[in-house]
């Protein structure tokens, strides 16, 4: 699987669209970015995934450059319960295929 | 959107003791589950990938005779820490894939938090 790289943290101010990049530039053409988060003590909860396009869902949108080195994840109003941790994956969706988790960005929501 | 639950949510055992731990698809079939373990301040490690009906596919570095893995059923996991250790001692969550083919989504449960004394 391709690696990712995320910023260690991020601090947001409540209201505010939280922007989370992601660069992934050893990504292959049949690799998917998803992104979870965490939340302290929680299981980790799916947010988003794309190939190419930009998605949108209730969620997030996730934004996915031309040639897919990177993409950043946003979060259009952001919360005090989107503190934290904010993890990108890029993977293979052929079935089976697992997740690995690196460190991901610990995103902080500031009232 | 796709629950996943686990059982118990934490559970205390004393060492040497064996553990097992549930997880199941509440709305959907997943025939396959995936097993995390993580240690404080540190990410999700996968420990080994469960397929329903054929045995678990484990990662390099832990050993399936410690951590037997159960796939019976399309909605049921189970992992079984056995003869536990203080060093087992972990947050262990599970996840489960909705649906096989491109654009499949993996949903994760909320976690045991397992404590050897």
């Known amino acids: 699987d391709a690696k990712t790289t995320q910023p260690t943290s991020m601090d947001c101010a409540e209201g505010r669209a939280a922007n989370l990049p992601c660069n992934h530039s050893?990504?292959?053409?049949?690799?998917?970015v998803y992104w979870y988060r965490q939340i302290h003590s929680q299981g980790p909860q799916y947010i988003i995934h794309?190939?190419?396009n930009n998605e949108t869902n209730e969620m997030a949108s996730l934004i996915i450059t031309e040639d897919r080195k990177s993409s950043t994840l946003i979060l259009p109003h952001a919360t005090l319960r989107d503190t934290a941790v904010y993890y990108c994956?890029?993977?293979?969706?052929?079935?089976?295929?697992?997740?690995?988790f690196g460190t991901g960005t610990r995103l902080t929501i500031i009232p | 959107g796709a629950v996943v639950s686990q059982h118990p949510s934490w559970v205390i055992c004393k060492s040497g003791t064996s553990v097992k731990i549930e997880c199941r698809s509440l709305?959907?079939?997943?025939?396959?589950m995936f097993w995390y373990r993580q240690f404080p301040k540190q990410s999700l490690m996968l420990m080994a990938t469960?397929?329903?009906?054929?045995?678990?596919?484990?990662e390099q570095g832990v050993e399936k005779d410690k951590f037997l893995i159960n796939h019976a059923s399309l909605t049921l996991s189970t992992l079984t820490v056995t003869s536990a250790h203080p060093e087992d001692s972990s947050f262990y969550i599970c996840?489960?894939?909705?649906?096989?083919?491109?654009?499949?989504?993996?949903?994760f449960g909320p976690g045991t938090r397992l404590t050897v004394t």
């Open positions: 996840s489960a894939r909705v649906g096989t083919g491109l654009g499949s989504e993996q949903y």
């Open positions: 050893t990504i292959s053409g049949n690799e998917y």
């Open positions: 794309g190939l190419k």
């Open positions: 994956i890029v993977t293979p969706n052929f079935g089976n295929e697992k997740l690995t």
């Open positions: 709305d959907f079939q997943a025939t396959t």
């Open positions: 469960s397929n329903e009906g054929s045995k678990a596919t484990y």
